[in-house]
Structure formats: C-alpha cells, structure tokens
C-alpha cells in the first residue's frame, strides 16, 4: 500500500511539473516547457489511464449489459470535476499542502451523505470534522498574508472527490471493479477532451511523457489499492493511504526544492487524524449492523 501511495503522489507531481512554466530537464538536456492548461492535463489523465486499463479489458472482456448508467455518470462527473481542480491547485501550492487538504474529502462525504441521503452524523463525526477542518484552517491559514488562494482549489478538489466517494461507495456493492474503472477513465476522458479543445496547446515530447505518466501511476496505484483490498481488510489498509501526505513532501523536495512549513506538518496530522477518527466510528457502526 505504501506503493500504491508513492504512484499517487507521483501522479500529482507529473500534473505539478506540467502545470508550471519551469525548465524541465531530460537526459541532461534544459527544455523550456510552457505551462500546460488543467483541462489539458486532466485530459492527459484519464486517456493514458483508458489506455493503460485497455489490455485488462481485452484480456478479461467485461459486459457492459444492465449497467447502472445514471450512477456511473454522477461518479464520472464528479470525478473529473475533482482531479481538474486538484491538478490546478498543485500548479500553485506546494505538493504537500494540496495533499494535506485532499485527505478533507471523507469529511466532505459524510457532511453530503446527511444532505443527501439523510444519513445519521452523531457526536463522533462531527468532533472528526471540527478536527480535520480545524486542520485545513491551519494549512490554509485564511485571512493572513501567508494564504494562498489556490488553497480553495484543492478545497474544491476535497468537495468534488467527497462526492464521487459517495457514488463509488453504491457502485462497489453491485459492479465488477474493471468495469467501474474503464466506464470512470474512458468517459472522463470524452468529457476532459471536449473541455480541452478551447485550452489545447501542443505538448512538447517531454510533456507527453508527463501526461501519460499521470494516468499510468493513477491506474497502478488503483490496481495495487485493488490488490491490497483483496488479501487484506479495509480498516488495516486505509491508515496506510495517509503516506501519500510523506511521498509529496519528498517529491516537494526532491524535484522543486520545497521544503513542508511547520503549520503544514501540524495542520495535516490534525486533518488525518480526524479521518482516522472517522474511519474508526465507521468500523465500530459497521460491526454493530
């Protein structure tokens, strides 16, 4: 699972090196790379995801008959909606702060399942969101000079994964998981396409590279997730996801010479552990029902 973490982060980071207008440096050689649009590298994600995911398909060849379209398509919008905005917010923010603000979407969830689907919050909850979104307070730190307002974009980004969480949760109890995963990047991909054809700019050969490099970690990382689900049980694995916060502090580091501040560190352990206290309640009504 630490692993399928690093894939993560390191999807993130190629969506970081194309969405800032720097000199990327291949085999030696100094390109200067425009700043590629978000649409545009969304776009670069879920085709070279589709693509990655098409021998699977071949290989296995999932039907596509009763296939419960209307949910799919919740999932699929929202899903796109959250990758673009989280991909506009690392172009901006260090890696790690986006991160950090990322780990809000299973607060957001909860707070749109009692909106929408009227289910019951009780005490614990709501303690585990005052934590996390005390948390992203200190991150973000609004209303100071040190805020930065791509901050709202990854809060966007939390908002929008929150919601495909929800659809994700309803498909999972009723759909085969490569079916989930071609529908999810192959129509994400149409919709990002026709959203990039008014920001379109010819990627260089390096950005290329970096595009396809965001959907190809992305599908590995869901295929290790998938694999660890398999042979270990939900509530040992989720823990381990909270690494990806420590994989985009070292890429920060390692590739844009970013170093985490201190309110970064505390307002991210803040906000994981009211996700783990979450997952926790979770677990504990789970084995009462």
Known sequence: MTLCCAFIAGSTLCAKALGAAREIEVEGLLEQAARLHPLQITFGRFLFGTLALLPFAMWKRPRFDHVPWR???????????????????????????????SFLNPL??????????????????????????????????????????????????????????????????????????????AFAAVIAGVATVFVWQAPSPTQWLLLAGTGAFMVTAQSLNLRGMAIAEASFIAPFFYATLLYAALYDWLFFAEVPAATTALGAACIIAGALILGWRERRAAARA
């Open 71 to 101: 949910l799919h398509g919740a999932r699929v919008v929202s899903g796109w909606l959250g990758v673009s905005l989280m991909f506009a917010a690392v172009s901006f923010m260090p890696l790690a702060d986006a991160t950090a603000i």
């Open 108 to 185: 957001f969830a909860m707070i749109l399942a009692l909106i929408f689907l009227k289910e019951g919050v009780g005490p614990w909850r709501w303690a585990a969101a005052a934590i996390a979104f005390a948390g992203a307070a200190i991150v973000t730190r609004p209303g100071t000079a040190a805020f930065d307002p791509a901050a709202l974009l990854a809060l966007g980004a939390a908002l929008s994964i929150g919601a495909e969480l929800i659809f994700i949760k309803r498909l999972a109890d009723r759909e085969p998981i490569l079916r989930i995963l071609l529908i999810n990047n």
